[in-house]
């Protein structure tokens, strides 16, 4: 018996189809192991030593390997074809061999890009060994981003309070979002007009811009006022019209070459608004279910077979007139290209999208984008016939010309799989190609119908979305295809970007961060030489550098520059940040008075101080004056300015007190005055801070409240708001409301209800929180609940987090079993008996049944991504179960 080791159950099922019966295939569940997250983990002093952990899940998983090798007489390894595929086999066969588990079985790798019967065969028959080079480039790539993140992320933790972390790559990306919207803040508009004429030959009308004014050609922004456009319109209005040439060229467009990692997140952001972490769960279950090749590439070329079936598939849809008369063969220009693997595309192109009717809508559109992306690589370009037309304006003392330019597909050729227009192809946003001019000749005199001037303004530069950020990553060499995805999570996740209408703006703390580093340690957040190491990793790859001596010559200049900013004084920190990010905490105000004026004691000068929750505004003449203010609120301003729903709610009439709305380390609070001791209240889930009404403000700092005596113990009962929500306090013992509404409505007889409920329940914790919905399966009950961290599904005593992306209540059954499958198995948590199992008939029965519940939770689980739908509570645990990304 061979024993075949791959990355999830979904993948060992299906290969495990194509083998037969002489093969065992087990899953590993991406990584076994990974670095903990303690200091000393790499060790530079013991030439970059690693400590590798196992978690408690994996553990499981590693023994059942070690009980399936003793009946086995080889081991074969085929996990994905990428860097962190061929680390986790190298882990994998670490860990056997130091638990001795390894006899006499020969061991072998083999990859394989598809999961086809013929792609897996095949690859069995080409067994290699473990690729020395590529464990070495996935060694010091874990290596480098440790030793930056916990070198880096205690210095900031000291002299940044507030801050979480600064990573390798991740900074590097926030560096990007930092620096565009600096350049959106300095931006100063420019006016300028345009000038358009309709006009009008055959009964057809068409558009005609100003070209030229006195034989000057006029530049988009050479218009500067409406006094000019004004009089140009009026030159035009009074004029005739008269064809001076005409030209009529012939052009051509071709099809861009098939997906890679980055530019298929990229289009699927853009037409489907799928989020990068979304685009690649959907595309690892299409991988695993055997419909598209390895979606984690760099590669736009595709295997030869491939090219033949698509051009068959082209044929067969199109005819042969829309086949090239040689096949396209495209190369990759990323100068840091990943190993050669084929672009993404679908295993079978005779498998249209239409006809997957059983895929979920996600897939079938990610589906869709890939087989039309694909085909069109591979057909022939499109014909266009674009005119242009230059008009005189005569009769009018200024030599005017008009321009009209228009396009007509004399041959749609890859166009026509989107449609002959096909705009939604176009990554350039022009549109000239979808206008069609009327007949026109020199000498025709067009009618006038009529002339528009327009008033407009120069825009700043677009803030990022995931895409395009993506996209510039991609360009400038930083990070690989697999890590896009992550690094941009890990931004979200530790607030220093946040997401609005798809539009990347980075947060305060993630510019103060940015700012730290750009001031203290350059050199690392370099595009230049971020893109550098990238190379350098890609040369131990290729085993062309030792991955070690990369590691010294990175070390020895890193750690010195760490040792010195330590040193640093925290007042020097602050006088960097005022200097950098002044133009943005202290913005110009329109009176032109000084932006850093304390407006309370007015002598005081404002700068940037930190606090023990992070930065804030204080003024120069503290302790005298106390004026403080959060960065959003000095950056908009102050509270006369501020953000919606920050500043002042207005007065409590009891204290004479402001009622205030501020931002703090968890989030939006209430304030009662700013004395040295002020009481604060944090808002419950549900309310926004743009709509807190001063009433629902003064019931929020009235808490806790006084519900009233226990009939029982005679002590007294409180209600009120805490960390975990609205819960009821008596003798010390909590009790949990269901409700934010009913802290300030609920009664005496009510509350003693719930605090019996709670001592009958044994006081063994929060009560489970009700179901939003349900549904029947043979394993017992699913639900579908809103927990303290989040929403989940449950099934016994298994629970799995709901993906961010996803609403409760859009959840399907087949989405929880996935979920609490992959939970299961990677917790190594019992899944619960069929009920019908509880009878047992005969001895061999239940366990039949409890088989074939475990075979209908295994089915489910067709993607290994879900695993990244575990809770943020135990990320440290379940991150091992997946193929980690180099996010820092």
């Known amino acids: 018996m061979k024993l075949v080791i791959v990355e999830s159950p979904a993948k060992a099922k299906t290969i495990n189809k194509y083998l037969g019966k ?73 860990v056997l061999k130091q638990k001795k588990a390894l006899k006499d079985q020969s061991v072998s790798r083999v990859v394989f890009n598809a999961i086809t019967k013929d792609a897996v065969t095949e690859a069995m028959r080409h067994p290699r060994d473990i690729d020395g080079p590529l464990v070495d480039a996935y060694l010091a790539r874990r290596a480098l981003d440790y030793l930056v993140g916990f070198t880096l992320s205690p210095i900031l933790w000291r002299k940044l309070p507030g801050s979480r972390s600064a990573g390798r790559v991740q900074s590097v990306a926030l560096r990007l979002v ?54 140009l319109k009026a030159a035009i209005d009074a004029g005739l019209f008269n064809v001076a040439s005409l030209e009529k060229k012939p052009t051509r467009r071709n099809p861009y070459p098939p997906f890679t990692t980055s530019s298929l997140q990229q289009d699927a952001s853009s037409r489907a608004g799928f989020s990068p972490s979304r685009t690649m769960q959907v595309a690892q279950r299409l991988y695993e279910d055997g419909l598209i090749t390895y979606m984690r590439t760099d590669a736009v070329q595709m295997a030869p077979e491939g090219i033949d079936q698509a051009r068959r598939a082209i044929a067969k849809e ?57 085909l069109a690589s591979q057909m022939r370009a499109a014909e266009i016939e674009r005119t242009t037309a230059d008009i005189e304006v005569v009769g009018t003392d200024r030599a005017i010309t008009l321009r009209a330019v228009g396009s007509v597909v004399t041959f749609p050729g890859f166009l026509a799989l989107y449609g002959v227009e096909a705009k939604e192809d176009r990554e350039d946003g022009d549109d000239e190609d979808s206008r069609e001019l ?62 609005e209408k798809r539009a990347l703006y980075p ?28 190379e350098q990793l890609d040369s131990i790859s290729a085993g062309e550098l030792d991955y070690k001596q990369v590691l010294r010559d990175f070390w020895e200049d890193f750690s010195r520059h760490a040792t010195e900013i330590k040193d640093l004084r925290v007042s020097e920190v602050l006088d960097a940040l005022n200097e950098l990010l002044g133009d943005h905490i202290f913005p110009a105000k329109p009176d032109g008075s000084d932006p850093r004026s304390c407006p309370t004691c007015g002598t ?48 409590d009439p009891e204290s004479g007190e402001q009622v205030l709305l501020k931002s703090g380390r968890f989030g939006p609070y209430l304030q009662l005055g700013e004395g040295p001791e002020p009481k604060r209240a944090g808002l419950p889930k549900g309310l926004e801070p743009a709509a807190v009404t001063l009433e629902e403000a003064l019931q929020l700092l009235s ?89 989940y599904v449950n099934q016994g005593k298994v629970n799995a987090t709901i993906p961010k992306e996803l609403k409760p209540e859009d959840v399907t059954i087949e989405q929880a079993l996935e979920w609490i499958a992959a939970r299961a198995a990677a917790t190594g948590a019992k899944k619960p008996a ?22 209908a939770a295994t089915k489910t689980t067709k993607s290994a991504t879900t695993k990244a739908a575990a809770s943020k509570s135990t990320a440290a645990k379940t991150a091992a179960t997946r193929k980690k990304a180099a996010t820092a």
């Open 318 to 374: 199109f005819g042969d007139n829309y086949l090239p008369e040689k096949a396209r063969i495209y190369q990759t220009k990323a100068k840091n290209a990943q190993e050669a693997h084929e672009a993404i595309r679908p295993t079978d192109m005779f498998r249209h999208p239409d006809t997957l009717r059983n895929l979920e809508p996600d897939q079938q559109k990610l589906y869709g984008l890939i087989w039309r992306r694909t």
């Open 703 to 791: 808490l806790p409240r006084e519900v009233g005596l226990h009939p029982e113990t005679g002590k007294m009962i409180t209600a009120g708001l805490g960390r975990y929500g609205p819960f009821i306090l008596h003798d010390g013992k909590y009790a949990n409301l269901p409700d934010a509404e009913e802290v300030f409505t609920v009664g005496i007889n009510r509350a003693v209800d719930l605090i019996a409920q709670k001592a009958a329940g044994g006081g063994r914790g929060r009560a489970a929180p009700a179901a939003i919905k349900s549904f029947e399966h043979a394993d017992g009950e699913i639900t579908v609940r809103a927990g303290r961290y989040g929403p």
């Open 834 to 855: 069929r009920k019908a199992a509880a009878k047992k008939p005969a001895a061999k029965k239940p366990a039949a049944k409890t088989a074939t519940a475990t075979k």
């Open 507 to 534: 947060e305060d703390r993630g510019r103060l961060v940015t700012a730290f580093l750009e001031s203290f340690f350059a050199r690392y957040v370099e595009f230049g030489f971020t893109a550098n190491l990238e």
């Open 438 to 499: 009327p007949p026109l000749a020199v000498g025709d005199r067009p009618e006038l119908r009529k002339v528009d001037i327009e008033q407009h303004f120069t825009q700043p530069p677009a803030r990022f979305t995931e895409a395009s950020l993506i996209k510039k990553m991609e360009e400038l060499g930083i990070g690989r295809p697999s890590t896009y995805a992550a690094t941009l999570t890990v931004l979200k996740d530790r607030n220093y970007v946040k997401l």
């Open 604 to 651: 005081g000068t404002l700068s940037l101080k930190l606090g023990k929750f992070g930065a804030f505004i204080g003024c120069s003449n503290y302790p005298e004056c106390r004026h403080t203010m959060q960065l959003s609120d000095a950056a908009t301003g102050g509270a006369g300015e501020a953000a919606p729903g920050d500043g002042i709610l207005g007065v």
């Open 178 to 231: 930092c620096d565009r919207e600096s350049e959106i803040e300095r931006f100063k508009p420019e006016e300028y007009w345009s000038v358009i004429a309709t006009l009008a030959e055959k009964g057809k009308a068409f558009e005609a811009r100003l070209y030229s004014v006195d034989g000057k050609k006029t530049d988009k922004l050479d218009i500067k006022s409406g006094d000019e456009a004004g009089a």
């Open 22 to 94: 002489d093969y065992e295939v087990l899953a590993s569940f991406g990584h076994v192991r990974d670095l903990p997250s303690k200091d000393g983990s790499v060790r530079p002093e013991e030439d970059f030593a690693m400590s590798w952990e196992v978690d408690t899940a994996a553990k499981k998983r590693l023994a059942d390997i070690g009980r399936a090798l003793k009946d086995a007489d080889e081991l074969i390894l085929a996990t994905d074809p990428d860097r962190e595929g061929e680390a986790i086999s190298w882990h994998i066969l670490d």
